[in-house]
Structures are given as structure tokens and as C-alpha cells.
């Protein structure tokens, strides 16, 4: 028997058809940047380039390599997620357990929305006029501060997300129970939540290991590995700018090797985020 095409199945064939065809150049788009920075940088990464700080010259084809980036990137991102979580989780928490569907909840989430959408240059903007006006220097905890602004954003709102995705029905029966709203929070809201909670934090670590604009500013440049959070610091991104503009052949291929070893931490970064997410799925109930 023919099969009979109407309307409803040409409309959907055509959406499928769209869908995979954007899928697919999704798929295409990350396969070629990988593949560039791969061929690329691969020939110029070598084990002198990840465990030494630059020497003299380096900027200009000499010996040395980035671990001061490395490390540097490492310190502004963790730091800046440390102190984003602890002042992201309470937000989260105020918003889901004691604000509730308020108008104050609404204002808020609003707020986190426009603060996610304002560039990371403006943070990095915004982060130097205050060490202007304080007498600041570039350094590693300005840069951190700045980070954690740029952070908390993105772990509120996605915490946020992952909190109102739990049953309601939980934390009633918890309160039934005679909990209060703090307890029933963390036994309840927190574990079922885990897994997106987790998530929420390493998705703003990787943002903050790869952003350069905010730290342009605030966190400075330096071959040296910071000892201090007044000691200026070096970042990954801004390593690869600067080896990329350079005219030295030798200088750019350092450049695209650092943006491979800066590709390979976020990949990383993304797969633990998805290994602890389903380890820690197990005991969530859907």
C-alpha cells in the first residue's frame, strides 16, 4: 500500500531534515577547530613547552615555555569558582527554598540573566576602574575578584535551573516529617540536585580558565609563577594572543600549541563534568 504524505509529515520530515542538517555542521564547526589546532599545534608541543616559564626571548622565538600561564590560568579560575560557589549556593538556595515564586525570586533571576548577557571586557572594565580608584595594581587576586563576578552569573542561574527541576513533593514530605526549611534543603534539594550542582561549578570553571578579556586588565601578565595574590599573573588566553600576533613563525606555533593545551583542559573539564554527573545520578529520583 502507498504510503500517503499530508501536510503534518511533509512539516515534520522538513524539521527533522533542519535538525540534522544543524547538528551536523554543530559537529562540523567543533571538528574543524579541533583538527586546526591540532595540526597546527601538535609539531611545537613538547615537554620543555608545559614545565618551563618562558626565558628571555621567548615572546621572540627563544627558549622556555608557558607553565606560568598554565599555572596562572589555574589559580584565577579556581580561585574565582571558589569564592563564586560560596556566595552562588546561597543565592541559589534563597531563591529556590524561602523566596519561592515571589516577585523578589523573579527580580532576581532577571537580574542574574542581565549579568550573564554583559560581556566579560565590561567586568574587566569595570574590575580597573576599581583598582584605579583604590590605587591597585594588576595582580592575581584582582584578577580572581573579577572572575568570581563573572562567575556567579552562570553558577546561580544554572544551579537555580537544576533546583527547580526537583520533584516539589520531596521537600513537602521532608516538612511533613517536622524538617525545617535549611534541613529539608540539604537532604533533600542538595541531593537530589548533585549532579547539576556539580555540573553548574565546573561549567563556570571552564568559562573562567578560558576567558581573557576580564583578566586583560586585573590579573596582568608575568613569566614568572605568581607567589602572591599581589604578584601579577599570567593566563592561558592571553598567552595565545600574544603568541599569535607575533611575526615569528616559531612563535606563532607556540601560540596554537598553548591553545592546545588550552582546548585539552576544557575538554577535560567537560567530560569529568559528565562522568560525575552520571556517578552521581544514581541517587536521584526522576
Same mark, same amino acid.
Given at each position: 500500500?502507498?504510503?500517503?504524505?499530508?501536510?503534518?509529515?511533509?512539516?515534520?520530515?522538513?524539521?527533522?531534515?533542519?535538525?540534522?542538517?544543524?547538528?551536523?555542521?554543530?559537529?562540523?564547526?567543533?571538528?574543524?577547530?579541533?583538527?586546526?589546532?591540532?595540526?597546527?599545534?601538535?609539531?611545537?608541543?613538547?615537554?620543555?613547552?608545559?614545565?618551563?616559564?618562558?626565558?628571555?626571548?621567548? #615572546?621572540?622565538?627563544?627558549?622556555?615555555?608557558?607553565?606560568?600561564?598554565?599555572?596562572?590560568?589555574?589559580?584565577?579560575?579556581?580561585?574565582?569558582?571558589?569564592?563564586?560557589?560560596?556566595?552562588?549556593?546561597?543565592?541559589? #538556595?534563597?531563591?529556590?527554598?524561602?523566596?519561592?515564586?515571589?516577585?523578589?525570586?523573579?527580580?532576581?533571576?532577571?537580574?542574574?540573566?542581565?549579568?550573564?548577557?554583559?560581556?566579560?571586557?565590561?567586568?574587566?572594565?569595570?574590575?580597573?576602574?576599581?583598582?584605579?580608584?583604590?590605587?591597585?595594581?594588576?595582580?592575581?587576586?584582582?584578577?580572581?575578584?573579577?572572575?568570581?563576578?563573572?562567575?556567579?552569573?552562570?553558577?546561580?542561574?544554572?544551579?537555580?535551573?537544576?533546583?527547580?527541576?526537583?520533584?516539589?513533593?520531596?521537600?513537602?514530605?521532608?516538612?511533613?516529617?517536622?524538617?525545617?526549611?535549611?534541613?529539608?534543603?540539604?537532604?533533600?534539594?542538595?541531593?537530589?540536585?548533585?549532579?547539576?550542582?556539580?555540573?553548574?561549578?565546573?561549567?563556570?570553571?571552564?568559562?573562567?580558565?578560558?576567558?581573557?578579556?576580564?583578566?586583560?586588565?586585573?590579573?596582568?601578565?608575568?613569566?614568572?609563577?605568581?607567589?602572591?595574590?599581589?604578584?601579577?599573573?599570567?593566563?592561558?588566553?592571553?598567552?595565545?594572543?600574544?603568541?599569535?600576533?607575533?611575526?615569528?613563525?616559531?612563535?606563532?606555533?607556540?601560540?596554537?600549541?598553548?591553545?592546545?593545551?588550552?582546548?585539552?583542559?576544557?575538554?577535560?573539564?567537560?567530560?569529568?563534568?559528565? #562522568?560525575?554527573?552520571?556517578?552521581?545520578?544514581?541517587?536521584?529520583?526522576?
Amino acid at each position: 500500500m502507498k504510503k500517503r504524505w499530508t501536510l503534518a509529515h511533509l512539516e515534520d520530515r522538513a524539521m527533522r531534515t533542519i535538525m540534522q542538517l544543524a547538528s551536523l555542521v554543530l559537529v562540523g564547526v567543533l571538528a574543524a577547530i579541533l583538527v586546526t589546532i591540532f595540526i597546527r599545534g601538535l609539531p611545537f608541543l613538547d615537554l620543555d613547552l608545559i614545565t618551563k616559564t618562558p626565558q628571555g626571548g621567548f #615572546f621572540l622565538g627563544g627558549e622556555g615555555g608557558i607553565l606560568n600561564a598554565i599555572v596562572g590560568s589555574l589559580l584565577l579560575a579556581g580561585g574565582g569558582t571558589l569564592l563564586a560557589l560560596f556566595i552562588s549556593l546561597p543565592i541559589a #538556595f534563597g531563591i529556590n527554598v524561602y523566596t519561592g515564586a515571589s516577585r523578589l525570586a523573579s527580580l532576581l533571576r532577571m537580574a542574574l540573566d542581565v549579568l550573564w548577557g554583559i560581556p566579560s571586557l565590561v567586568y574587566g572594565a569595570f574590575g580597573f576602574t576599581i583598582m584605579i580608584a583604590f590605587g591597585m595594581r594588576a595582580s592575581l587576586g584582582a584578577g580572581i575578584l573579577v572572575l568570581t563576578l563573572l562567575q556567579i552569573p552562570i553558577m546561580v542561574r544554572s544551579m537555580d535551573e537544576v533546583m527547580r527541576m526537583v520533584p516539589s513533593e520531596l521537600s513537602q514530605a521532608a516538612y511533613s516529617l517536622g524538617a525545617t526549611r535549611l534541613e529539608a534543603a540539604w537532604s533533600v534539594l542538595v541531593r537530589q540536585a548533585l549532579p547539576g550542582l556539580v555540573t553548574a561549578v565546573l561549567l563556570a570553571f571552564g568559562r573562567g580558565i578560558g576567558d581573557a578579556a576580564s583578566v586583560l586588565f586585573t590579573a596582568g601578565f608575568s613569566d614568572r609563577i605568581p607567589t602572591s595574590l599581589a604578584s601579577p599573573s599570567a593566563s592561558l588566553p592571553l598567552a595565545v594572543f600574544f603568541q599569535l600576533g607575533s611575526p615569528f613563525p616559531e612563535v606563532r606555533g607556540n601560540g596554537y600549541a598553548t591553545a592546545l593545551v588550552l582546548t585539552v583542559l576544557i575538554l577535560f573539564i567537560s567530560m569529568l563534568s559528565r #562522568f560525575l554527573a552520571r556517578r552521581l545520578s544514581r541517587n536521584v529520583i526522576r
